[in-house]
């Protein structure tokens, strides 16, 4: 059987990665699935910790449910966003984005 | 090892193959059907935590709603289609350190926690009936404040991202 | 057993196409030239690039499916134990779907919900 | 256990003692005869598709005052077979900067979508594939995998029409799958499970009874899903070529024609699975072929009328068939779960599932009503404008008179 440790360190490396997506890519769209992979590492400890731990109550699914729809909504705006600002400056480059800069 | 573990570990070394691509690969499309795959990937996972209700739901809102947004919004913001150039920053190695170290750090916490080991009991009957699930998110005495407030966030979200989405008056190009 | 079911129909349904175009492909003439590999537009030459840029009314589509699929997800689990609801239950799934459908109208006012 | 009551739990018993018998492990042999029935169910889901299309193009012909296939075999039977034969003989044309991978995944993907659902179809009360408990998510799940082919064809074949198609086409798939998705909720509702086998089990009356109005917006999402005439934007010949499939050749376009037969035939199994009471008949529980047979004859009659209106009703625009579907079926739908869920939750204490039927019918009419009455009035409203400008006198060229006429 599968220990509760697989699960935990499989979604350490699926934020990080996903972190670093964040972090290190120029492409505002590229950030975004990023972030959707950290959402999705954070589900599966969610899970995950309810099936080890938890079992019987639905608070693990309630917040697996919440983490969906904040996923949701999170991708609708941001994505909205993105098309909005590339329709007034013709990038999604983040670095070329900075208003302060002019 | 039993032929459970094997397979978690195929879907897991898949799933974060995949993510990798998502992250480091030059053309947004590409990084698109990466996440996909990545995203099928955490599906199956979810499977095998004996959640076919996540299992599916991944499937139907990640893969079958937001992934098609994500391509969608890749062909609307045309100029980075091609994709020429670098993809990532150019002080990449640093956010690469950093996510190395958090990633160590993650892990040497967690093995110190000493439920780190602790194996998967035999699910509960009453855990695998949605209608319980389904009655706990009308409870007022359990879930009935989140469930009322997810429908909120989303109105919000719609209301406000139809609203950036749709400036007609906008520059068009 | 159930769930290992639907993951060995899921590849053989994947597989049966696969395999039939595979074979196809052993079967079939391999004769390509530059005239007959080139993109179909109608007899023209291509001009620019194919991936050309798309307007923001497919995306405000996708928008409101995403929005709906992921409430419909909530509902599901309400629809299932509906026989055991009390009336308060249900009108507070009624209240969720009132609040879905100030969405719709949202939209449908401001005249994203037209084809243009 | 007598072979005629149970064939197939029947043979799987008996292929597993013979495998036991050769000394396989119990456990082992278990996971053969799975992955043998999936493959068995899987071939002859494919296989079905072949008399799909000669029943097809037998119908249209007939309602096209022609005879159809007739020259190959008796009934001209054997006609897709000989298409199917010279389609493998034909050659791939992979366009020039096709991205390769996923224009070669959709055809895959497109035909996985729609056979993946037969996979939780409860056939009868013993044939099944998997029993899962999320049987409706799935099918939901499936046809985002299908959406996904689409639009992977549509983004590897290079191609302005194609990526055109695609776009449109998801538009569509997706716009129609929120009505269905909503209808769906009322036969859950009423079984109170998300499993197949339990919703039909549970229809000791059918649901089309119980809630025409929302039935019949399942069964028009699941015309739109298929992209069957009158909602064939997908492929409007005239307009986009041919949509996303305008760069396949070979089997690879095959497989798109086969996906779209087979999910026009999926789409007519649902409905009978979740209206019209699935295998359910008399002395079908006795006899689990029977319930095939039941089964057979409603998808039958549910796909013999999806075929009569591919071959009456003219194709809609498609600013028309987003407003039918934004403006109409899907606050429809809503309303319709929310009228049943309360009306349902108001005579449920009665007791009594005459005075239920006889509510939520009353129910469904009334809405029906006013339904039709809310187009009416749009519709009268739209006309309006159309008619003011006719009385401004336009100058028009006068014809001129043809100097000669080439017949």
Redesign the interface.
Known sequence: MIPLSWYLIFAAALFCIGLFGVMARKNAVAILMGVELMLNAVNINLLAFWRYLYAPDFAGWTFVAIVLVAAAAETAVGLALIISVYRRRSTVVVDDLSLMKG | MTIQQVFFLAVAAITLFAAVMVVSTRRIMHAALWLILALFGVAVSFALLETGFFAVVQVVVYIGAIAILIIFAVMLTRQVFLDVGPQLNRGWWIPAVLVAGLYAALVGVLSTWSGFQTQAAALPEAASDLSQFGLALVDVNAYAVPFEVASVLLLGALVGAIFVASDRKGVER | ??????????L???F???A??T???F??????NKV???????GIE?VG????????Q????????????????????????????T????F?????????????I???R?G????I | MTFWNDPVNFIGQWLQSVLVSWGVAPDVAQIILLVLGAGILGVLGLVWVIFLIWYERKIIGRMQDRLGPNRVGPWGLFQPFADMFKIFTKEYITPDGADVVPYNLAPVLAVAGTLMIWGVIPFASTIFGADISVGVLFIIAAGAIGELGILFAGWGSNNKYALLGAFRSVAQLISYEIPMVITLLIPVMFSGSLSLQTIVQSQSLWYVLLAPVPALIFLITQIAEVGRAPFDLIEAESEIVAGFNIEYSGLKFGMFFVAEFLHAFTAALLFAVFFLGGWRGPFAEQFPLLGFVYLWIKTFAVYWFTVMIRGTVPRFRIDQMMDINWKMLTPLALVMVLVTAVVHALVRPIGSPVVSLVALLVANLVMLVITLQFIRNSARARRRPMVAPSTVVVARPEPQPTQSNPE
Request: negative net charge.
């Open positions: 057993m159930d769930w290992l079911y639907i993951g060995v129909f899921m053989v349904a994947a049966l196409p696969a039939a175009i074979a196809a492909g079967l079939a003439p391999k004769k390509p007959k590999s080139s993109t179909y537009e109608c291509t690039e194919s991936w050309v840029q798309f307007k923001a497919y995306y405000i589509f996708g928008l409101i499916f995403l929005i709906f699929d992921v409430e419909l997800v909530l509902l599901f689990p309400w629809a299932v134990a509906y026989n055991k609801l009336l308060f239950g249900i507070e799934a009624v209240l969720f779907v009132l609040i879905l459908l100030a969405g719709l949202y939209a449908w401001k994203d919900l037209e084809w």
